[in-house]
Nanobody, 127 residues
Framework: QLQLVESGGGLVQPGGSLRLSCAAS????????IGWFRQAPGKEREGISC????????NYADSVKGRFTISRDNAENTVYLQMNSLKPEDTAVYYC????????????????????WGQGTQVTVSS
């Protein structure tokens, strides 16, 4: 029932910025914690950030901490990932995912916590 659509990916130079969006439809976004994941060629999908249902708690992987910022606008049913100071190693397909069952206060970094996934958007960081 819940559908997620990522957008905003593209090609940027090292040090550049992108803002990814995850637009939800079919359900109220406030019911769900949201995670951002990425998958590079030959690698497993990894969690990079998450935000709880109310938007007052966020978490980041060490590899992106201080460079990426997750936020949500529940009125617009959209979650964002602002990506600054991009590095070539950030190149990957980026996915958003939704978790309804987690307690309100928290969000999870593990893939198995999430029930709904978007189709992904490609981010390429290259000179």
């Amino acid at each position: 029932q819940l559908q997620l659509v990522e957008s905003g990916g593209g090609l940027v130079q090292p040090g550049g910025s992108l803002r990814l969006s995850c637009a939800a439809s079919g359900k109220t976004l406030g019911y769900y914690a949201i995670g951002w994941f990425r998958q590079a060629p030959g690698k497993e999908r990894e969690g990079i950030s998450c935000i709880n249902k109310g938007g007052d708690y966020t978490n980041y992987a060490d590899s992106v901490k201080g460079r990426f910022t997750i936020s949500r606008d529940n009125a617009e049913n959209t979650v964002y990932l602002q990506m600054n100071s991009l590095k070539p190693e950030d190149t990957a397909v980026y996915y958003c995912a939704a978790d309804r069952n987690i307690l309100y206060r928290y969000c999870a970094s593990r893939r198995t916590s999430y029930d709904y996934w978007g189709q992904g958007t490609q981010v390429t960081v290259s000179s």
